[in-house]
């Protein structure tokens, strides 16, 4: 058995590990050097890394849709949730709850069958866990006082009961409340998806006319899904994988900044602009400047609109004077 030299050993790894950082830092797939085993050894990590770096991409990509499409699913359970509340008030021996059941917009959504249809497929219903609905309506529906407020009006409005509906949805279910925190420890991404969820319930209260139907309708998660999955995998695709000199774009534009102690959020902003830019012949410049303003504004730093503005600016007007960004139909609008 040949004895190891464990002084070279020592020493081979550490060149490996200082090959494989050059390397890594030029973006190089491959390397060359005059020790076979280094050059093995280096070559296999790079090549795993960029393996398991592509898997991640897909895997992300994947997450993505399927986070996006479970909002709906949220949206279900929210709505369910209020006929679930219904059933723990009729039950309630405490109190009457007369005005509340006999709400248009409760009957509504007792009585709508692409709400039972969609709670039961996508398993959102509250069926399992009705204890704990009891006990939310006991600590956060019976205590409140604009709800108890409700129960004494003898004929209420439509537009009286349109309020109270709205108000146990925007302010007990997902508000701040116990209820919200359980959505909040069962919803990974629930502080982002919540104002999507609540958007969707408060429009379709809004616009349920009890007059002109029994059942109130659903709303859908976008007008046209398909469409919107395809831009959203098509955006991700190509701002995951930013060209080089499209990537050097935002270096060469960030003046003072090195591109690598930039905020991490706000340069994926500006690579998913970049991407829009080009990838969307469709989409006016103006228009995708002022959507990463507005997302630089809402996820980065306080200083980072003014910032991604100038940038972006910038880049739009270097991808035109090249001809990477053409634009065409609706594309073309204040695009000057």
Known sequence: MEVQNKELLKEQRQIAYKVFENAFAAEHGKVEHEEPKIEKVVNEALEYYAKQTKRDVENQRKNLVQDAERIYDYYISVLSLGVAIAEAAATDKKLTHTGFLNNLWVKGLQNSESLKKDSLKLNRHWNDKMDRVRVWFRDVIRTDD???????????????????????????????????????????????DKEIVKGMVEKTIKTYDPQKSDQLGLMTLSLDWNDDKAFVEK?????????????????????????????????VILEMAIAELITFPGIPVKVTINEYIELAKGYSTPKSRQFVNGILDVIAKTLQETGTLKKSGRGLIDNK
């Open 146 to 192: 604009n709800y108890l407020e409700s129960l004494d009006r003898k004929t209420p409005t439509l537009e009286e009961q349109r309020k109270v509906v709205s108000h146990i949805f925007k302010k007990l279910i997902l508000g701040k409340t116990i209820i919200n925190d359980f959505f909040e420890e069962e919803v990974l991404h629930w502080a982002e």
């Open 235 to 267: 955006l991700y695709n190509y701002a995951s994988d930013l060209p080089e000199e499209q990537s050097k774009l935002i270096a060469d534009n960030t003046r003072n900044w090195e591109v690598d102690r930039l905020p991490l959020t706000d340069r």
